[in-house]
């Protein structure tokens, strides 16, 4: 049982670039969380993606930006790259119904590095 | 708002030494609680979770109890090995589909020999 795949593993950009970050989740599942997390910091909240709709987000601006495709993946987009968005960013999935009482299943991550 | 306090680290232990981590949080409702861990160059998986007051979760060896009246969530291990040299989250979750998964700023183990 595939868990969450996240592509690609690394990549470095220029700053003013645009991004598009892949992830695919666990079997199953059907919500989509993303997270930023900076070197040394515990994972910040983007945005999270059900029915393809975007349902709660983080305190991010609108630079990031997401999508969930019908079979639940998800893209997570950034633009106007800035050198403060180089981190490891996470996917993470869920399966809405049981809410609160599950945790999520994390992919390996991207790292991000905008130069 | 949510929010998880943990304490400061890194921790450094030798090895079979007795481990705590403390970690406190402020939330709505009734969250459930966790705690992740980071090996380096990986994701986060979950070790263990609690879902209500009194619940112990244990996985691994390392426990935590689900303290409503102290609000914390302390991770404890009788005995560490070098292996589980990594970085430890608190986190909670309220109740909701919608809801989110909360961090704390992590906690840094190194176990040496």
């Known amino acids: 049982d595939a868990g969450v795949t996240q592509s690609p593993t690394h990549l470095i950009k220029t700053r003013g670039q645009q991004v598009t970050l892949r992830c695919s989740p666990k079997?199953?599942?059907?919500?989509v969380s993303w997270y930023q997390q900076a070197l040394g910091q515990g994972p910040q909240f983007i945005f999270q993606?059900?029915?393809?709709?975007?349902?709660q987000r983080g305190n991010f601006p609108d630079r990031f930006s997401g999508h969930q495709f019908p079979n639940y993946s998800s893209e997570l987009n950034v633009n106007a790259l800035l050198l403060g968005d180089s981190a490891l960013y996470l996917c993470?999935?869920?399966?809405?119904?049981?809410?609160?009482?599950?945790?999520?299943?994390f992919g390996s991550g991207t790292r991000l590095t905008v130069v | 708002g949510n929010s998880v306090t943990q304490m400061e680290g890194p921790v450094t232990l030798s090895e079979e030494a007795f481990l705590t981590i403390n970690c406190t949080y402020t939330?709505?409702?009734?969250?459930?609680l966790f705690w992740y861990v980071q090996y380096p160059g990986e994701g986060l998986q979950l070790l263990l979770k609690?879902?209500?007051?009194?619940d112990k979760g244990s996985n691994k060896g390392f426990e935590a109890t689900y303290r409503k009246e102290t609000t914390s969530f302390h991770l404890e291990k009788g005995s560490v090995q070098v292996s589980d040299s990594a970085v430890y989250f608190c986190?909670?979750?309220?109740?909701?589909?919608?809801?989110?998964?909360?961090f704390g700023t992590g906690t840094k183990l190194q176990v040496i020999p």
């Open positions: 939330a709505t409702g009734y969250p459930s």
């Open positions: 079997s199953g599942h059907d919500t």
């Open positions: 993470a999935s869920s399966l809405f119904f049981i809410g609160g009482e599950e945790g999520y299943t």
């Open positions: 986190a909670l979750r309220v109740p909701g589909g919608y809801q989110k998964v909360t």
């Open positions: 609690a879902t209500k007051a009194d």
């Open positions: 993606y059900y029915e393809e709709e975007e349902r």
